[in-house]
């Protein structure tokens, strides 16, 4: 199965430009609302992250004539915007593969070069819209680990909308938001298939309904928590691709001032998908915030359309 | 376990990029008002505050009361506490029973700007 992705080595692309602080944060934000970064369906902001690490444990279906194996992945993953709502993003991943007979093996996956456009932003109504791709550069991960000798590129479409706009009479719903992304895999050598990447979150943002509809009293850490629940699918077209491959993987997110901290489980669909649950762990680093000069802005031009109006976490 | 060698430059790394908070300013966000957001208080406050996760530039932070109509209530002597500089205080005209939403700016030391909302109810 192949994943939305997760994962990547640090991206080598250092950040650049130099600019005073100002009005202008790597969060996503909109309106009111706080958009995590969700860990196995991208989001679709266009801003300074550094996700690192990326960890996941997983149990890969046996392959024709072959044995079960157990995937672990450690990942990383790099943006930076570079014009105002327009951004670069970096991923790779190292990954090791213990078959259950039979000697294991290791290497880098494909590295990953994106990029993404916010195309339309509405913040009273916690609603953005993004256009991107990416490019899995074919022949740049190691053999031995079965990384594609081609490339594939996947043009997407990315939406987020927070449910903060509801009515007032029904305050507990406001705190939810979902995110999800659809995109088509085309992979550069003709005999593979194209394939449809799809996928949701849905999300309950304790930060939200504390901060911004109701002090409900809730401690520490559990109102800087966001549940969610996400869907990574896969929707193979043509050439015999097969069938629908996916995960749902519940989880939480930890916000703190600095850093987002993830944990899911990842739960394959069917048999074509995986064996076993597996899980993943997942740390995003505020890099906007602990270095402000360099990040949290874009490398040419200005923009306010990223100013921070809702908080990720709470004073401790 | 054939995947250590790869996991210790890793965390060691993380490590490293954490070890950058202590030297570092966030933006300043709500943690709690008075009243709270989304209470319902018996009388007119008098006053709201605001303890922020993060110090104010006072002059570039702000503070307003509307109304269920969004008419701007007035209020005054907008300050920052002298024993917290992150608890940002406006006295309040009295407000007659009903919905208000607080709408709130605030300037962190570092200049990075945030802003939001939320409401409250006074009732009769």
């Given amino acids: 199965m192949k994943r939305l ?26 309106g009111n609302r706080f958009f995590p970064p969700t860990i196995q369906t991208d989001d679709p902001f266009a801003t300074d992250e550094f996700s690192f690490p990326n960890v996941q444990l997983f149990q890969d279906p046996p392959s024709p004539g072959g044995y079960r194996t157990r995937e672990l992945d450690y990942g990383a993953e790099f943006d930076k915007e570079i014009f105002p709502n327009f951004d670069l993003e970096f991923s790779d991943a190292f990954t090791t593969l213990n078959p259950k007979e039979g000697p294991s093996s290791n290497g880098f996956q494909n590295f990953t070069l994106g990029w993404k456009y916010e195309l339309l932003q509405v913040p009273e109504h916690e609603f953005i819209f993004s256009v991107g791709t990416d490019w899995e550069i074919g022949g740049t991960g190691g053999k031995s680990i079965g990384s594609d000798s081609f490339s594939t590129f996947t043009p997407t479409l990315y939406a987020g909308k927070g449910f903060g706009d509801l009515p007032d009479s029904v305050p507990m719903l406001k705190p939810f938001a979902i995110t999800g992304l659809v995109g088509e895999d085309v992979p550069t050598e003709a005999a593979n298939p194209n394939a449809l990447e799809w996928g949701i979150a849905v999300e309950y943002s304790l930060l939200y309904l504390e901060q911004y509809v109701k002090d409900t009293g809730m401690p520490h850490p559990f109102r800087d928590m966001i549940p969610l629940v996400e869907l990574a699918m896969q929707s193979p077209e043509n050439r015999d691709g097969g069938t629908t491959t996916g995960t749902v993987n519940p989880g939480v997110l930890y916000e703190s001032r600095y850093f987002q901290a993830g944990i899911e489980a990842v739960i394959p669909i069917n048999k074509h998908s995986g064996e076993n649950i597996g899980f993943v762990f997942n740390v995003n680093i505020f890099i906007d915030d ?25 004073a401790k | 376990m054939k995947t250590r060698p790869i996991m210790k430059p890793l965390f060691i790394v993380l490590i490293c990029c954490l070890a950058g908070v202590s030297a570092a300013r966030a933006h300043a966000f709500l943690d709690h008002a008075d009243p709270r957001v989304g209470s319902t208080v018996k009388a007119s406050p008098g006053e709201v505050k605001i303890w922020f996760t993060e110090g104010l530039i006072l002059p570039f932070s702000d503070l307003k009361v509307l109304d269920a109509s969004g008419k701007e209530m007035p209020v005054s002597n907008k300050h920052l506490d002298p024993s917290n500089g992150s608890l940002l205080i406006v006295f309040v005209a009295p407000l007659k029973p009903g919905k208000y939403t607080v709408s709130w700016r605030a300037t962190a030391v570092d200049t990075h700007v945030t802003h939001g909302t939320f409401p409250f109810e006074v009732s009769p």
């Fill in chain 1, 5 to 30: 992705k997760t994962c990547g080595l640090i991206a080598a692309a250092a950040a650049c430009g130099i600019a005073s602080p100002r009005a202008i944060m790597a969060h996503g934000f909109e």
């Fill in chain 1, 290 to 314: 602990l270095w402000p000069k360099i990040f949290g802005h874009p490398v040419f031009g200005n923009t306010e359309t990223n100013v921070a109006s809702n908080p990720p976490v709470s």
